[in-house]
């Protein structure tokens, strides 16, 4: 603004003079003096059409209505709404693609050559704040912000707490708990923050009063909050994923993943999944509602450092460091290969990171590597490094942590001498939702968002792989039957049917076999006890005669001409010994009751 007076005209003193009111039937009022210091600014600006006061009245301008408050009234109205169009079509200039970022005006120049003293020059005064150093004695540091990027809460390993507002500097709460401290996360909003010390994870609040003490969570290395669900998610040594309800209190599930101590975890923002990279190069997938990892994917051959997930693509990729200096990028889509894969220089535990626009961060060895969407995002087969978008050396080694913080361009990386502030342009997300996340919220608006965030608390039960099948009509079974045994036609899933009944439907029964329940045209509870007496005789008989064997092999749904007359065969002769029998019991006139061992009786 400054520069813009500058190159403006001379202002000159404004005169104030008299306003005379000229009724509605007199003739065309004169031409008002123009404000000179509009005049002035108006050659070297152009006002927004949303900040013009001058819009078009309808044709008539109510002119013709006589009463002046309703003409005034509807004069104002017609403005507003003209205003109102204006601001919606100004609008469509928060939608832009492309949010900044550094280009190079020849094919020669690269943008990893430009240093941060050059990129602070360039930037606005307001912009430039973010370039800070922090130097600290209880490091190394690692970070977290909160959701909507105002305030930054560091751990030191030796116990340094602090929590502050990085844009005013206010402090507001700062701890020395004289232990190891490990990984640090707010809660919903900067009143609470979670700290994972050597044995429990404690709460404190907005002024560092200890407010709870987690016992069920032992030896805890790394915190993660879920904002839709009010869980915090912690796993440690023991090798236990543990979900803690902050809104009841309740210790949810646990999960024993059976890999042993973890120290890589993240959350996935789009479906709430917990990403878990593990000593033997593992990395797994864990839901609440599943006991075993939903997926578990070789990523390494080393163990697993750091795991981050890009929120910019709805969580579609997913990016893995090793402690061998391999850095790999995942599609969560398929699973079947590392879409990128490249070697980082020097050694070190890589550390990652992902902006909310699709930019990556790869700390290592005393530099820090940023790359740009386009390139990590292409598949490519060979080994090497995508083109290299942003570069930051820090002598300051080891480093712990690499944080990008929500709606600003700004990369925050903990280190053994505290914490360094890299801007990156065109990194953070311009554009964000007052409902969702808003920086310039005051304490009224916290607390609305707070009550409005418990109502609309997501269960834990619908936390899956692929949250679009929530609210989705299942599908039909694949195979089900209307009618079977002459009972009312009802459908039934096939994998519930008796086995006769899947058989009968999927065309392994031969339908010219005689069923026992259909002997002698026998109906009602007779025929049924009949059918019963029969299909227990059946599991008494033999099974291995070869003739039945061989009619067993030729049950297809094919008629076999062979099978039939070889079943004629033995229908015959079964009725020729029942007529044997029933000849011999009527010679002997006996009509006692058939004992078990008349089978062994020779019949004449």
Known sequence: MDSLIARADAIQPYKKRKTSHIPAKSGPSKPKKSDQTSNSVAKHTKVPKSLQDTHELPEDGYKH??????????????????????????????????????????????????????????????????????????????????????????????????????????????????????????????????????????IYDRDGVEIHCLKAHIEPTRLEFLPYHWLLATIGNPGYLKYQDTSTGQLLIEHRTKLGACNAMTQNLHNAVIHLGHQNGCVTLWTPNLPHPAVQLLAHLGPVVSVSVDPSQGGRYMATAGRDGTVKVWDCRNWKGAVREWTVRGGGDPELDWSARGYLSVASSGTVNVYNPPSIHTPFNAKTAPPLYMTHPIPHRPLTSVRFAPFQDILTVGHAAGLSSVLVPGSGEPNFDSREADPFENTKARGEREVKSLLDKIQPDLITLDPEMVGNLAPPSKLTVTTFDGKP?????????????????????????????????????????????????????????????????????????????????????????????????AESGENKKPSALDRFKRTK
Request: positive net charge; aromatic residues 6%; glycine residues 8%.
């Open 65 to 202: 209505i006589a009463n002046k408050k309703l003409r005034t009234h509807l004069n104002r109205q017609s403005a507003r709404g003209a205003r109102a169009q204006a601001l919606v079509e100004d609008a469509e200039m928060l939608l832009m693609d492309d949010a900044g970022g550094m280009q190079v005006e020849s094919e020669m120049d690269r943008t990893w050559r430009v240093g941060q003293t050059e990129i602070v020059q360039s930037t606005g005064q307001e912009a430039a704040k973010g370039r800070r150093e922090y130097k600290l004695d209880s490091g190394p540091y690692r970070s977290r912000y909160t959701r909507n990027g105002r305030h930054l809460a560091i751990v030191g390993r030796t116990g340094h707490v602090s929590t502050f507002d990085w844009q005013t500097g206010t402090v507001h709460a700062e701890l020395q708990l004289q232990e190891t401290c490990r990984d640090i996360t707010f809660l919903q909003d900067q009143s609470f923050f979670a700290v994972a010390q050597k044995k429990y994870v404690f």
């Open 489 to 585: 036609a009802v459908e039934v899933p096939y994998a519930r049917l008796p086995r006769i009944e899947r058989l009968r439907v999927s065309g392994k029964i031969d339908e010219t076999e005689d069923n026992s329940g259909d002997e002698g045209g026998v109906n009602g509870e007779e025929g049924k006890k009949l059918s019963k007496e029969e299909r227990e005789k059946r599991k008494t008989r033999g099974k291995g005669k070869s003739l039945k064997r061989y009619l067993r092999k030729q049950r297809k749904n094919v008629i076999d001409p062979a099978a039939v007359a070889i079943r004629a065969k033995l229908e015959k002769q079964k009725e020729e010994k029942k007529r044997a029998a029933a000849a011999a019991v």
